[in-house]
């Protein structure tokens, strides 16, 4: 067994290290967005490192994609943040504009179809490999959850409160898909991910209040 297959046995499972520790890193940043801590970027560069690792070990097509998209990302938020707090300002949150959330589902839309397409034609999703109805049906998922994750991500480093609402809306469908591929830590973390990922926008949401003003202070 190879460093990237080590882990241990629970129950008869066996849990990847890369697996654990990359989740651990995942969790560390929704609980540091929550805070708007520029430590946010890093920390979710580390664990898309891992959690790749693990995905494509466990064949898990899409969610390998999605870490390094997240690395990529990451980077954009670093950055952008770094920008948004320069001169000691503390990050600025607001929700999305009515066409920002129109172009964000549409994005969600568009790129699942797309993805989805790409995915089952080369064959990169595990889902492919099923016979069909179901083999559609999980391609979907993967590119769903790939576009989705992308999407949240982005809005994340525009520092806009919507974010959040879109990851509850790729936890969803995140939580099923992970435990059918044997991720069985991704599974619960995305599950943890739900709870937290609601705490997190409704504070985002009520500091974005208080900043506006006392009239949308007192609407919280």
């Known amino acids: 067994m190879n460093w990237a297959e080590a882990g241990f046995e629970v129950f008869g499972t066996h849990v990847l290290w890369t697996d654990l520790v990359g989740n651990v890193a995942a969790l560390s940043t929704v609980l540091l967005a929550m805070r708007r801590s520029m430590w946010t970027w890093p920390v979710q560069f580390t664990g898309s490192v891992l959690l790749l690792v693990a995905s494509v070990n466990a064949g898990f097509a899409g969610n390998a994609l999605k870490q390094v998209l997240f690395g990529a990302l990451a980077v954009y938020g670093w950055w952008a943040w770094r920008r948004g707090t320069q ?38 999703s595990w889902g492919a490999a099923k016979p069909l109805p179901e083999g559609a049906f999980l391609v979907a998922a993967d590119a769903y959850i790939f576009v989705g994750s992308a999407v949240a991500t982005w809005a994340q480093g525009r520092a ?4 959040w609402i879109v990851w509850v809306a790729v936890d969803l469908v995140g939580v099923p ?13 995305y599950g943890v991910f ?5 705490i997190g926008f409704v504070k985002w949401l009520r500091e974005y209040r208080l900043a506006a003003g006392p009239e949308l202070a007192v609407a919280s």
Do not use: H, I, K, N
């Open 87 to 124: 001169g000691g300002r503390q990050l600025a949150v607001r929700p999305a504009t009515a066409r920002e959330r129109g172009t964000l589902a549409g994005v969600m839309l568009a790129g699942t179809v797309v993805v989805g397409l790409l995915f089952f034609v080369t064959g990169l």
């Open 160 to 163: 806009l409160v919507d974010f």
């Open 177 to 189: 898909l992970a435990f059918s591929t044997g991720l069985y830590v991704t599974g619960a973390v």
């Open 194 to 198: 739900f709870v937290l990922v609601m």
